[in-house]
């Protein structure tokens, strides 16, 4: 078995792996569009995480940046043991369980023509249910995230550790505009806290 992190799940592992590729599937867009109630938020406060949006879909949006290379999303595939699907299926349905459901999706490297894996799974938090958040101008989801925290931390240490990963697994790729104006929104509102609480 084969999943594929685009999220926590690539700087995360939480279970056995096997053997693990990094690469990227085609047709969606990473969007900080799924509510977190039970990671990075609470169930009053649910903080806001990462979800993949089919390009379809996500071309009805009124979203303020463009489809990340047309469509790619990056990430990291993990190859699980026969003798461990079982197990890792079910700490991972677990641990995803606030609104995601499991698809699959073919992983590609580089420019190959060809996937390197063929129906990888991978969890997505679709529209439909009940965690989904939808979109917001950029400055609204960066308060949103700053202002919130949950039982595994604050939901800004999401955001920069999903940065941090992407960075280090794909250091000659440029930046996702969404990703990218988030961390600046985010950080700046840090700075504009800490500030208030110098002069204070």
């Known amino acids: ?36 109630s039970d990671h990075r938020g609470t169930p009053q406060n649910p903080g806001r995480v990462v979800t993949l949006i089919p390009i379809e ?25 026969e003798g461990k699907v079982e197990e890792v299926r079910a700490h991972l349905d677990f641990r995803e369980k606030n609104g995601y459901s499991l698809h699959q999706a073919d992983i590609f490297e580089d420019e190959n023509e060809e996937p390197t894996i063929q129906n990888a799974f991978v969890y997505i938090g679709t529209a439909e249910n009940e965690a989904y958040i939808g979109p917001a101008p950029t400055l609204t989801i960066a308060r949103h995230i700053f202002s919130s925290s949950g039982p595994s ?11 941090v990963a992407l960075n280090a ?32």
């Open 57 to 81: 879909t996500w071309d009805k949006e009124n979203d303020e940046h463009p489809a990340f290379f047309g469509g790619r999303v990056y990430g990291v595939a993990y190859k699980v043991a």
């Open 169 to 200: 697994k794909f250091p000659l790729l440029e930046p996702d505009p969404h990703l990218h104006d988030l961390e600046q929104a985010v950080r700046s509102l840090a700075a504009e806290a800490d500030q208030v609480c110098l002069n204070n």
């Open 1 to 36: 078995m084969w999943v594929f992190g685009y999220g926590s799940l690539i700087w995360k592992v939480d279970f056995p792996v096997e053997a693990q590729v990094n690469g990227y599937i085609k047709g969606y867009v990473r969007r900080f569009w799924q509510g977190s």
């Open 153 to 163: 931390g604050p939901n800004s240490e999401y955001l920069y550790n999903l940065l």
